[in-house]
């Protein structure tokens, strides 16, 4: 009796042993090779055989507003050029003789996966054919996380640099660099393991066979393996099948279920080390590292515990909360799996988060209302996480009467008037979004569970929109115009107005002059400073959303 209680928490132990030994090994070279990946006055040749074609000058410094000029123009063209693709669909090639998507539909998923969210309202096997599949949605997950991690790389080099007049790099030539010299070859071995481990990898159609009892089975085909790399690695998320990573021809054993976790964390886990040595001090990479691995490690507690401890009649008699969840792997892969990708803005799952306990399921909810910071998605994370450091040093600036600054930087009221706005654009975004949805007739209709458990389903849904995660509470009907359209706008101002507010902040802080260190300044890389920053991501967290939550799983967990 005492083995069986034990045995599911020593696999649980052990699985998250091997997992975070696997990051640890990777950590300081991968760190380094993106630190020289975007530090590097070299260009391979591929890279500048695009420049050409796009005629750009990959070495012209950019300021800020034309770095974002740059970064919306690209997105732009990619959501026109993605909702063509679903559009036309019918009269290409490899198109399975599926139809294209309708306008709202096509809207909707063009927009979620140049936005890096990856939501995804139909069933990937029965509403996209191949060459959708890979020269529409593949291509977006490489281009939308290699924009993440310009993104960040630019609010960085904000940090490093010193009076630049707002020059904070190039935008094609950081783009470039991500896909060719990180997503791309890191992705090639990924899916090179993942078809060695059973995951398939073909160009073949779904054919319809005839079981030995006479029913009628599909079996599927399709370019699995390469997209599901990309979509893990890239924080992207979505599936090419319905049941995404719980579909056994996309996760089909253990050791694959856990090199897709690690594909999720690995670059927002290992961003923090190429800070550090960019900015000079690989102090501040550790500190920043640490409160990331922290709140997830946190979060990956607490949800574990209520997967095992199973609240509620139903699954105590029946032992454990399984229903929905992936019976392969175990309870404890299913949390593992579920806090990864919500702390990562990925949206991948392997089970069902609608069929989480309610205590496990808010905190799921509560990773995305985080920020996403824990450790983020690529790029994203980092970001999120060194605005965070600022509103902490400024902070911290009140409380001892000292000038606020962060890396040499001093942080004034234009600074902390752009972070007080990238705060508030999501919680704003999402509690207006779940607010019109509850009150208005179409928004109903798609709530199939009433009270506050419906409340859960449509502020998870509006939470996974806003912060670009793409992961679902299946209980919530968003395949309607309604919730397309709406999520839509919520995705496309989740995604660039933050985006707007970091580079502004980089133009900001690369135009001023370091200031050396005194004193009096405060010490950002000791775990003084990355305990308030921990506080801090909590707090705003929590006094944003702690009303809404009351409504929804706590009151859940209550009843």
Do not use: C
Not at 317 to 331: D, N, V
Not at 434 to 450: C, M, R
């Amino acid at each position: 009796m005492h083995t069986a209680v034990l045995s599911p928490v020593v696999a649980a132990v052990a699985q998250i042993l091997v997992l975070v030994a696997a990051l640890a090994a990777v950590h300081a070279p991968l760190g380094a090779y993106l630190a020289r990946t975007y530090t590097s006055p070299n260009h391979l040749r591929a890279e500048r055989l695009w420049y050409r074609v796009v005629r750009v000058d990959p070495d012209a410094e950019q300021r800020w507003t034309t770095y974002l000029m740059s970064l919306l123009g690209f997105s732009l063209v990619s959501v026109l050029f993605l909702y063509g693709l679903e559009r036309l669909q019918a009269h290409l090639p490899w198109s399975l003789g599926l139809a294209g998507f309708d306008p709202a539909g096509a809207w909707n998923s063009a927009v979620s996966f140049t936005t890096n969210t990856n939501w995804q309202w139909y069933s990937g096997e029965a509403a996209a054919g191949h060459l959708l599949q890979m020269a529409g949605f593949a291509v977006q997950n490489f281009v939308s996380a290699s924009v993440g991690m310009a993104v960040a790389i630019a609010l960085v080099r904000g940090f490093a640099r010193s009076g630049t007049d707002a020059r904070i790099g190039n935008f094609w030539s950081d783009l470039t660099r991500g896909v060719v010299r990180v997503l791309l070859p890191l992705s090639a071995v990924a899916a090179v393991v993942l078809m060695a481990s059973g995951v398939i990898q073909n160009l073949d159609p779904h054919t319809a066979l005839r079981t030995v009892e006479g029913a009628s089975q599909h079996v599927l085909g399709g370019p699995v393996a390469s997209q599901e790399a990309i979509k893990d690695l890239g924080t992207n998320g979505g599936g090419f099948f319905n049941a995404n990573s719980a579909h056994p021809l996309e996760n089909p054993t253990p050791l694959t279920n856990l090199v897709e976790i690690f594909l999720l964390l690995v670059i927002p886990f290992t961003l923090p080390r190429a800070f550090g040595l960019m900015v000079g001090d690989r102090r501040q990479g550790w500190a920043i590292l640490g409160v990331m691995a922290g709140l997830w490690a946190a979060s990956l507690a607490l949800t574990t515990w209520a997967e095992m401890a199973g609240p509620g009649a139903a699954p105590q008699a029946a032992g454990a909360a399984m229903e929905g969840k992936e019976t392969r792997f175990g309870l404890a892969a299913s949390a593992l799996f579920a806090v990864s990708t919500t702390a990562t803005s990925t949206g991948s799952v392997n089970s069902m988060h609608d069929s989480f306990p309610a205590p496990g399921g808010g905190m799921l909810l509560f990773n995305m209302l985080l920020g996403e910071v824990a450790p983020g998605g690529v790029g994203a994370g980092l970001s999120g996480m060194l605005v965070l450091a600022v509103v902490a040093v400024f902070v911290a600036g009140l409380m001892v009467g000292r000038t606020p600054e962060y890396l040499g930087k001093k942080i004034g009221r234009p600074e902390m008037t752009i972070v007080a706005l990238y705060v508030l654009t999501v919680p704003a975004l999402v509690l207006v979004g779940t607010a019109v949805s509850v009150v208005v007739e179409p928004g109903l209709a798609g709530v199939q569970d009433p009270g506050p458990h419906g409340l859960s389903e449509v502020l998870y849904a509006f939470a996974s929109a806003a912060n670009n995660n793409g992961s679902a509470f299946a209980g919530l009907t968003t395949g309607t115009p309604f919730y397309e359209v709406a999520q839509g706008l919520v995705m496309l101002a989740g995604r660039f107005v933050p985006i707007a507010l970091v580079l502004a902040l980089a133009g900001r802080l690369a135009s001023q002059t370091t200031v050396p260190a005194t004193s009096g300044t405060l010490p950002t890389h000791r775990p003084l400073f990355a305990g308030l920053l921990a506080a801090v991501a909590i707090v705003v967290v929590g006094l944003t959303f702690i009303p809404v939550l009351s409504l929804g799983p706590v009151v859940e967990s209550l009843s």
